[in-house]
């Protein structure tokens, strides 16, 4: 694969040999076994390479401004439209202005797209089923809000649970984290018999702006509420929802200590971190 010969394997592994006085390799059966004395050279050798590695990386990352390679994230529909426009402009004018960078939905395929590189990065919920080889990085945790008009009815009220049914009701649909759907109903079914659900947050809003209806969401989601929506926070929903959900940035394991990568976290992490402390100075919380 690499354009070796056989004859050059067998002159240097000859060499090697020769050098270190060791055999290094012997058949057992049809099995090729190594010697204690190979097995240390692979690990010293192991090493090496991870450290030439790792100065290739840095020289080719110095400064994310001269960075003029190409930076695709996946992103969950669920908080698409909520982080899409302000992820763009910063990553694009901020933290990488010579890079390319793509923001495109998380779908079906983004796991195989993040295995073989045409994806670098994706932003979703935590825990996720994915491939070992993709490592997660949590950054902000979540909980379940509610949505209404701002003038909403209930929220006059004591915005307790006995109120909250006696209104239509929607739910997010989370692909990939069902968990936080069923937890909710298998809690109280009757309190979550949801009369639409949507992946899209945009759908809800503006389903719960011309009518009456209360919809179930997240906290980053739910960031992208302006002034005309009220969001809830009651606490008998926390206590439905004890089990902690997280967003998280996904990358390749291998990638965890390129610059490039880090950077990329902490500047995703500051900004979810500022949605949701925008969120949190304007949440309504009750009983």
Known sequence: M???SQSAISQTLSKLRDYTQDKLFYVVGTELQTTP???IIGQDLNNQIQQLDAKITQHLFCQPETYSGELTIAVSSIF???IASELTRIASEKAFPNAKINIVNWGEDTATALVNGTVHMGINFFPIELPKTIRAVRLTSTAPVVIAQKDHPWLQTDLSASEFIQYPTAGILMPGLSDFNAVLERNNLEWFKFKYRSESMSVLASLTQSSQLLAVTEGLSASMCNDNFACVQPSWLEELTKESF???IYYLDKNHSNPLYKYATNFIHNLLMNRMDSL??????GV
Do not use: S
Request: proline share 0%.
């Open 80 to 82: 698409l439209e909520a």
């Open 246 to 248: 997280n967003h998280a």
């Open 280 to 285: 949190k100075n304007r949440m309504i919380t």
């Open 2 to 4: 690499l354009g070796i």
């Open 37 to 39: 004395r190979a097995d």
